[in-house]
C-alpha cells in the first residue's frame, strides 16, 4: 500500500512514539478524511508528541477499540503485537492493517538496502552503510536504527535496519534485502516459533531482486530454501564467497573466494558473529555493484574506526583490573552465545537472567558443553534461575544466584579472578525489572562504579 493511497480515507495511527509520530506528520498532508491516534495502554508519548497535541486528536480506552473498528486504514506502530485482540477484531472487520514503513517503502524500494535478522541487524545495517560511504556511494541509514522510514529525507541510495515488527507488515521487498541469521526470538509478539519465521521473512516475500544472506546459518538456510527456487538468493559465508581464513602467515583474514581482502584485525568489533556481519554487509555491497575486489583498500580503510553499538559487547573502565562488558542488548541464548565466544580465552564471569518469555536454553547449556568453556554463570531475576538450571550438569560451570544486577556485580567482583572479564548478556529481554536495555545498561554501569575497590585494587 502507499502512502498517498490514504488521500480522502478515514485513517487510525496505533500509537503515540517515534514511528508513529512519523506516521501522522507524512499522513496529514495528504488530507486523509479522517486522522486519529489512538493508545490503548499508558505507554509514554514520544518526546516530539507535544508538536501534534494540538492537531491530531489522541483516542484512549475503549473509545480507541471504536476508532480502530471504524477506520479504513490502521496504521499500527511496532510494539503492537499480531496477537493483540484488538488487531484481530479490526482484521475481522475487514480494516486495512499497515506499518509505516510499509506505506514509505513503494516509492522508495529500488534504491534500498532492507536488513534485518534475529541477532547482527544494527551491526550489518552500520557496517553497510559505512563502506558505501567510504567507496563513494552516499547513503542515509535509518529506520529500526535512527530515523523512522517516514522521517527520512530524500536520498540515492538507503540501508534500513528493520526489525520482525516492521517486516510483517511489508507488501513491498526491498529490491536488496539482506539476512544475518534467523533464532526463535519474540515469539509472544508473532504468536510462535513459525508465526515469528512468517513476520521476519516477509522480507523477502514482495518481489525482492537479490536476496544476501548469511549462509552459515543452517535455520535461515533451510526457510530461505522453502520460498522456492526463483528467490534470487546470494549466500555469503562459504569458500566462494566472502569469508574468513587463515592468510599466508597463519593470522584470519577476509576472502572473497580465493582473493585475499584485508585482514582480520581491520574489524575492531571482536567475536566470530562480527566477522560474519562483515561478510554479509560485504555481499551487499557487491550486490549493489560495488568491486570489493578493486576497492579493497578504501573498505579497509572505511572500517577504521568503526566502533561496537552501544550495549553491544561495549568495555566499561574499572580500576580493578577486570574487564567489565556491557551486552546488555542480548535478549536470545544465541546472542549470549556469540558473547562468550568473543572472551572465552579469559577468566570469565557471565550474568544472565531477565524477562521470562519461556526460552529455551538448552542451546546455550550445549554450547558450553560443546566447548568445555570453564566460567561462572550468575543469575539474576526472573529468568536466572532457569538459565542456571539449564546448565546444572556442566562441572566446569560455578552457578551463582543474585537477587539483583547490583549484588551480581559485587557477587561477579569476587569471584572473578584478576585479568578476567565479567560480561553481562543477559540471554533475556529487560522488561519488567527494567524499562529497556538502555535502562538496564545504565544500572550495571552505575553498579560498577558503587562497587569499584578504593585506590583500584582488585576485591576479593
Known amino acids: 500500500m502507499k ?21 501522522l506528520r507524512a499522513i496529514a498532508p495528504l488530507a486523509p478524511a479522517e486522522l486519529l491516534a489512538v493508545q490503548d495502554g499508558p505507554a509514554a508519548p514520544a518526546g516530539n508528541w507535544a508538536e501534534l497535541a494540538g492537531s491530531v486528536p489522541l483516542v484512549t480506552g475503549a473509545d480507541a477499540q471504536a476508532a480502530i473498528l471504524a477506520a479504513e486504514v490502521l496504521v499500527r506502530s511496532p510494539g503492537v503485537a499480531q496477537t493483540h485482540p484488538w488487531l484481530a477484531g479490526a482484521r475481522a472487520a475487514g480494516v486495512r492493517i499497515t506499518g509505516g514503513t510499509a506505506l514509505w517503502m513503494p516509492e522508495h524500494a529500488a534504491r ?38 517516514l522521517a527520512l529525507p530524500e536520498a540515492e541510495l538507503y540501508v534500513l535496519e528493520l526489525s520482525m515488527y516492521q517486516c510483517a507488515d511489508l507488501d513491498d521487498s526491498p529490491r536488496t534485502a539482506v539476512l544475518t541469521s534467523l533464532y ?37 538456510t533451510a526457510e530461505l530454501a522453502a520460498f522456492g527456487p526463483d528467490l534470487p538468493r546470494v549466500p555469503v559465508g562459504s569458500a566462494d564467497s566472502f569469508h574468513v581464513a587463515a592468510g599466508s602467515a597463519g593470522e584470519p583474514w577476509f576472502y572473497l573466494g580465493a582473493e585475499p581482502l584485508f585482514p582480520r584485525t581491520a574489524l575492531g568489533l571482536v567475536g566470530r558473529h562480527n566477522a560474519s556481519n562483515l561478510c554479509v554487509a560485504l555481499g551487499a555491497l557487491q550486490a549493489v555493484g560495488v568491486d ?40 536470545i541464548p544465541e546472542s549470549a552465545i556469540h558473547a562468550i565466544e568473543a572472551y572465552a580465552h579469559r577468566p570469565l564471569t557471565v550474568i544472565v537472567g531477565g524477562q521470562d518469555r519461556g526460552l529455551d536454553y538448552r542451546p546455550l547449556r550445549d554450547y558450553l558443553a560443546a566447548t568445555g568453556i570453564s566460567a561462572t554463570l550468575i543469575g539474576i ?48 529481554p529487560s522488561y519488567g525489572r527494567f524499562d529497556n536495555f538502555e535502562h538496564r545498561s545504565r544500572v550495571f554501569a552505575e553498579a560498577i562504579a558503587a562497587t569499584a575497590p578504593a585506590g583500584g585494587g582488585a576485591t576479593g
Do not use: M
Not at 115 to 129: D, E, W
Open 112 to 149: 534500498t538496502i532492507g536488513v534485518t535478522g534475529s541477532k547482527g541487524k544494527s551491526t550489518t545495517s552500520t557496517l553497510i552503510s559505512r563502506l558505501l560511504a567510504a567507496v563513494g556511494r552516499p547513503n542515509v541509514l535509518g529506520g529500526n536504527i535512527g530515523t523512522a522510514a
Open 292 to 331: 570489493c575486489l578493486g576497492q579493497r583498500d578504501a573498505l579497509a580503510e572505511g572500517l577504521a574506526g568503526i566502533r561496537p553499538l552501544e550495549h553491544r559487547l561495549t568495555p566499561i573502565p574499572d580500576p580493578s583490573g577486570l574487564t567489565f562488558v556491557d551486552d546488555s542488548i542480548s535478549t
Open 381 to 428: 531475576p526472573d529468568s536466572g534461575e532457569r538459565i542456571l538450571q539449564a546448565v546444572a550438569d556442566l562441572p566446569a560451570v560455578l552457578r551463582l544466584s543474585a537477587s539483583d544486577l547490583t549484588a551480581a556485580v559485587r557477587l561477579a567482583r569476587r569471584h572473578t579472578p584478576p585479568g578476567g572479564v565479567v560480561l553481562l548478556s543477559p540471554a533475556a
Open 184 to 220: 526463535p526470538e519474540h515469539l509472544d509478539w508473532s504468536g510462535g516459533e513459525r508465526e515469528y519465521y512468517r513476520d521476519k521473512l516477509n522480507l523477502v516475500a514482495h518481489g525482492p531482486e537479490r536476496v544476501v544472506f548469511n549462509a552459515g546459518d543452517p535455520r535461515l
Open 3 to 23: 502512502l498517498t493511497e490514504l488521500a480522502g480515507r478515514r485513517v487510525v495511527v496505533w500509537g503515540t512514539g517515534r514511528e508513529a509520530v512519523a506516521a
